[in-house]
C-alpha cells in the first residue's frame, strides 16, 4: 500500500540501477539511513496493516480469554513474515520500480541499497517468523506463515505481468494472515477464522483497484497487466469494487453469528461496511483519481475501525 499521488503524469521516469559506485556510495551511507531504508524495503505501511488483520483474527479466535504469550509470538512471527515478504517483493520487483514514477526512489532502484543483501535480510525474517511460529505458536499458524510467503512471491507477484486477475488471485495470500491469527489463538480451522478470512479478501479488492486506479499509468509504464490497464473505461474495476464491497457487508457479520464476536461489534461494523460500499458507488458514477482516492482511504480507514469494534466488543 503507497502513500496515494495523483498517478495521472506522464513524466518519463529515469532508470538507475546498482552499480559499484553506487555500493560505494551506500556502504559510505550513516547507519540510521541505511536501518531507516530497510524499514522501508519491509513496507511498514502493508505489514502493519497485516499485523492488524492477524491481530483479528486471533480476538474473533478468543471470544472468552486472550492468551497474552501467544498473542505477543502470533503478532511478532505475523510482523516478521510480512517484512519479509514485502522486502523480497522489492527485490523481484526492482527493475520494474525503476520504471515508475511514484517507486523509481524506492532503496532498491535507487541503488541505495544492495539487492543481495535486502534479499538475505527477506529471506532470515521470513524463516525466523517460521522458526518462531512453529514451537512457540502451533505448527498450524508456521503453515500458513509459510503458504502466505510462497503464495505471494512465487504466484501473485509473478502474475502481476501476466494476467489482469492477479488482484483477485492476490487476496489469498493477503487474507491468509488473517486465518493465522485465528489458528494461533484456537490452534485450528473454524468457521470464525473463515468468516475473518472473507472479511479480508473481500476488502483487498476495493483497497488495490482503487490504487491500480490511481496508478494505472505507472502500472502501464511498469509493464503490470493491472485491471485498469488492460481495461481503460473502468467498467470492470468499478463492478468488481461494489461487487466485493457488497459482499464484505454480510461476511463482516458472520462472526456474530458463529457466537465470535457480540452485538457491539456487529452493530458498529455493518454501517462500517456500507460507508465503505458507498464509497465504491461514488467511484461508479464519477471515475476520477479524487473518488479513487476516497475509497482507498475508507479501506485504510476499514481495518483499524474493524479490529477496535472487536476490541470493545471483547472488553465490554
Not at 502451533?138 to 494476467?163: E, G
Not at 495470500?173 to 470464525?192: D, E, F, I, K, Q
Not at 461489534?265 to 464519477?286: A, D, N, Q, R, S
Given at each position: ?50 499485523t492488524l488483520s492477524a491481530f483479528a483474527g486471533f480476538l474473533v479466535g478468543s471470544p472468552t480469554g486472550l ?102 488471485i492476490g487476496t489469498v495470500p493477503g487474507a491468509l494472515p488473517a486465518l493465522g491469527g485465528y489458528t494461533a ?70 462472526p456474530v453469528f458463529s457466537d465470535t464476536a457480540g452485538w457491539i461489534y456487529g452493530v458498529g461494523v455493518l ?46
Amino acid at each position: 500500500m503507497d502513500s496515494p499521488s495523483d498517478g495521472s503524469s506522464d513524466t518519463p521516469v529515469a532508470v538507475s540501477a546498482a552499480s559499484p559506485a553506487a555500493d560505494a556510495q551506500a556502504s559510505s551511507r550513516p547507519m540510521g539511513d541505511v536501518l531507516w531504508d530497510y524499514v522501508l524495503l519491509a513496507k511498514p505501511e502493508i505489514s502493519s496493516v497485516v499485523t492488524l488483520s492477524a491481530f483479528a483474527g486471533f480476538l474473533v479466535g478468543s471470544p472468552t480469554g486472550l492468551s497474552g504469550p501467544t498473542l505477543l509470538w502470533a503478532m511478532l512471527g505475523t510482523a516478521l513474515c510480512a517484512g519479509g515478504v514485502g522486502m523480497l517483493n522489492h527485490v523481484l520487483e526492482r527493475q520494474y520500480d525503476a520504471q515508475m514514477k511514484r517507486t523509481a526512489t524506492r532503496p532498491l532502484p535507487d541503488g541505495r541499497i544492495n539487492p543481495t543483501a535486502a534479499r538475505r535480510v527477506g529471506i532470515l525474517m521470513v524463516c525466523a517468523a517460521v522458526a518462531l511460529l512453529c514451537p512457540l505458536v502451533n505448527v498450524l499458524t508456521a503453515v500458513i506463515a509459510a503458504l502466505t510467503a510462497v503464495l505471494y512471491l512465487f504466484v501473485y507477484t509473478p502474475l502481476k505481468r501476466v494476467t489482469k486477475w492477479n488482484t483477485l488471485i492476490g487476496t489469498v495470500p493477503g487474507a491468509l494472515p488473517a486465518l493465522g491469527g485465528y489458528t494461533a489463538a484456537t490452534g485450528h480451522l473454524g468457521a470464525g477464522g473463515w468468516a475473518v478470512f472473507g472479511v479480508l479478501a473481500c476488502w483487498q479488492m476495493p483497497h488495490f483497484l482503487s490504487l491500480a486506479w490511481m496508478y494505472r499509468k505507472d502500472y502501464d509504464r511498469g509493464d503490470y497487466a493491472m485491471l485498469p490497464v488492460v481495461e481503460p473505461d473502468g467498467n470492470s474495476t468499478a463492478a468488481q469494487m461494489i461487487g466485493f464491497a457488497a459482499l464484505l457487508v454480510p461476511l463482516s457479520v458472520l462472526p456474530v453469528f458463529s457466537d465470535t464476536a457480540g452485538w457491539i461489534y456487529g452493530v458498529g461494523v455493518l454501517p462500517l461496511g456500507l460507508w465503505f460500499l458507498w464509497t465504491t458507488l461514488v467511484f461508479h458514477g464519477e471515475r476520477t483519481g479524487q473518488k479513487a482516492r476516497r475509497v482507498l482511504k475508507a479501506s485504510i480507514l476499514y481495518i483499524p475501525a474493524l479490529v477496535a469494534l472487536l476490541l470493545v466488543d471483547w472488553f465490554v
